[in-house]
């Protein structure tokens, strides 16, 4: 069977690498095989691959190379993960094949516009995630700022639950803070807000609007058809409002706690000069 299997590195005469692990072999060469007769053992004996290329990405510590590989031993599955007694390495993959979503600049993106490496969702900033428009590394949940949380918009870490800041939570919140005053998370979740406030800190630059320093900075445009621009928290703020319609811009004052002082110092725009 055809399947998938990553490796750390490459020598300079073309060898796949391994770090030390259940893979008793550590370099690799194309078109050999490779055979192991202790019993197979998933996560302990034998040789470590995926069936689909997509499931790469939702493991950590994916190697920086993926191969297409013949699996032609016996096999134990585990998941997403499998382990053969026996393999050959048929190619390397190229960077285009190991980005299943469009538009990426990282490695190992399904879902597509992702600025960092193994992301299976879409618009991702961070790394390894398998929500969307996270900022933070290895969430499943979407929106969040923080790292490894199951829930949706945490800026806190590791939280099953939702708009948690702190760690190890399970449980939502009934009070937030808006506007640095509280806030009951009914008001919050009925307040109108504006379609400007879900900007994305990246923007794609098509090949035929890059100019000739950004052409030479991206040489990856080549085969993208572009690149993918990482912007600053206020910029990307700032061009979404700059792109708003005005009556959208204006209800920005209809949030719960409104404080045109605090939210310049968030974005940089001065609502009393639109």
């Given at each position: 069977?055809k399947?998938?299997?990553?490796?750390?590195?490459?020598?300079?005469?073309?060898?796949?690498?391994?770090?030390?692990?259940?893979?008793?072999?550590?370099?690799?060469?194309?078109n050999k095989?490779y055979?192991?007769?202790?019993?197979?053992?998933?996560?302990?004996?034998?040789?470590?691959f995926?069936?689909?290329?997509?499931?790469?990405?939702?493991h950590?510590?994916?190697?920086?190379v993926?191969?297409?590989?013949?699996?032609?031993?016996?096999?134990i599955?585990?998941?997403?993960?499998?382990?053969?007694?026996?393999?050959?390495?048929?190619?390397?993959?190229?960077?285009?094949?190991?980005?299943?979503?469009?538009?990426?600049?990282?490695?190992?993106?399904?879902?597509?516009?992702?600025?960092g490496?193994?992301?299976?969702?879409?618009?991702?900033?961070?790394?390894?995630?398998a929500?969307?428009?996270?900022?933070?590394?290895?969430?499943?949940?979407?929106?969040?700022?923080?790292n490894?949380?199951?829930?949706n918009?945490?800026?806190?870490?590791?939280?099953?639950?939702?708009?948690?800041?702190?760690?190890?939570?399970?449980?939502n919140?009934?009070?937030?803070?808006?506007?640095?005053?509280?806030?009951?998370?009914?008001?919050?979740?009925?307040?109108?807000?504006p379609?400007?406030?879900?900007?994305?800190?990246?923007?794609?630059?098509?090949?035929?609007?890059m100019?000739?320093?950004?052409?030479?900075?991206?040489?990856?445009h080549?085969?993208?058809?572009?690149?993918?621009k990482?912007?600053?928290?206020?910029?990307?703020?700032?061009?979404?409002?700059?792109?708003?319609?005005r009556?959208?811009?204006?209800?920005i004052?209809?949030?719960?706690n409104?404080?045109?002082?605090?939210?310049?110092?968030?974005?940089?725009?001065?609502?009393d000069a639109?």
């Amino acid at each position: 069977m055809k399947a998938y299997k990553t490796f750390d590195d490459k020598t300079a005469d073309g060898r796949y690498i391994t770090r030390p692990t259940s893979d008793k072999e550590y370099v690799f060469e194309i078109n050999k095989e490779y055979f192991i007769e202790s019993e197979l053992k998933m996560c302990s004996n034998g040789f470590h691959f995926h069936q689909n290329q997509s499931d790469v990405f939702r493991h950590k510590n994916h190697g920086s190379v993926v191969c297409e590989i013949e699996v032609l031993g016996d096999i134990i599955h585990g998941g997403d993960k499998s382990v053969t007694n026996r393999f050959k390495i048929i190619r390397e993959l190229s960077r285009d094949e190991m980005n299943s979503g469009k538009n990426n600049v990282g490695y190992f993106n399904a879902g597509s516009w992702n600025a960092g490496d193994g992301n299976a969702g879409d618009m991702n900033a961070g790394n390894w995630n398998a929500g969307n428009r996270n900022a933070g590394d290895m969430n499943a949940g979407n929106w969040n700022a923080g790292n490894w949380n199951a829930g949706n918009m945490n800026a806190g870490n590791w939280n099953a639950g939702n708009r948690n800041t702190g760690h190890f939570n399970t449980k939502n919140p009934s009070v937030i803070n808006v506007f640095n005053k509280s806030c009951e998370i009914e008001d919050w979740e009925k307040a109108y807000k504006p379609s400007f406030l879900y900007f994305s800190l990246c923007l794609w630059i098509s090949a035929d609007d890059m100019d000739d320093e950004e052409k030479e900075k991206h040489p990856e445009h080549k085969t993208a058809g572009g690149y993918l621009k990482k912007l600053s928290y206020k910029e990307a703020f700032m061009n979404s409002w700059k792109n708003a319609d005005r009556e959208d811009r204006y209800r920005i004052k209809d949030l719960p706690n409104f404080d045109k002082d605090i939210f310049f110092e968030l974005s940089g725009i001065d609502v009393d000069a639109d």
